[in-house]
């Protein structure tokens, strides 16, 4: 079982930065796929970026890339997001999730989710 909790979301101005966090509870942390969603009004759920398990292979969604980079850190049981250069298009509440198996683009496919911290970018 492995719990998410994330943070770091809130209010900035276009051109602004964030850094998100998202702490896992379980000893197995290092083994998942990690994965940053984000899901904005009357908008389906989409992937932003994807870390596997030993961080040397990450996805970012073309919307994304160059601004935003993810991470993790094994020994704190952490993955983050860090997010330049924020875009009003951007603001959407922003979910971590895991995945036991390997990579996937598909929010079914993953077997555990954070609460979703709020990111608004501001024109």
């Known amino acids: 079982q492995v719990q998410l909790v994330e943070s770091g979301g809130g209010l900035v101005q276009a051109g602004g930065s964030l850094r998100l966090s998202c702490a896992a509870s379980?000893?197995?942390?290092?083994?998942?796929?990690m994965a940053w969603f984000r899901q904005a009004p009357g908008k389906e759920r989409e992937l932003v970026a994807a870390?596997?398990?030993?961080?040397?292979?990450?996805y970012s969604a073309d919307s994304v890339k160059g601004r935003f980079t993810i991470s993790r850190d094994n020994t704190k049981n952490t993955v983050y997001l860090q997010m330049n250069s924020l875009k009003p298009e951007d603001t959407a509440v922003y979910y971590c999730?895991?995945?036991?198996?390997?990579?996937?683009?598909?929010?079914?496919?993953?077997?555990?989710w954070g609460q979703g911290t709020q990111v608004t970018v501001s024109s």
């Open positions: 999730a895991a995945r036991r198996a390997g990579s996937s683009s598909s929010y079914s496919t993953y077997d555990y």
């Open positions: 379980g000893r197995t942390f290092s083994s998942y796929y």
């Open positions: 870390i596997a398990w030993s961080g040397g292979s990450t």
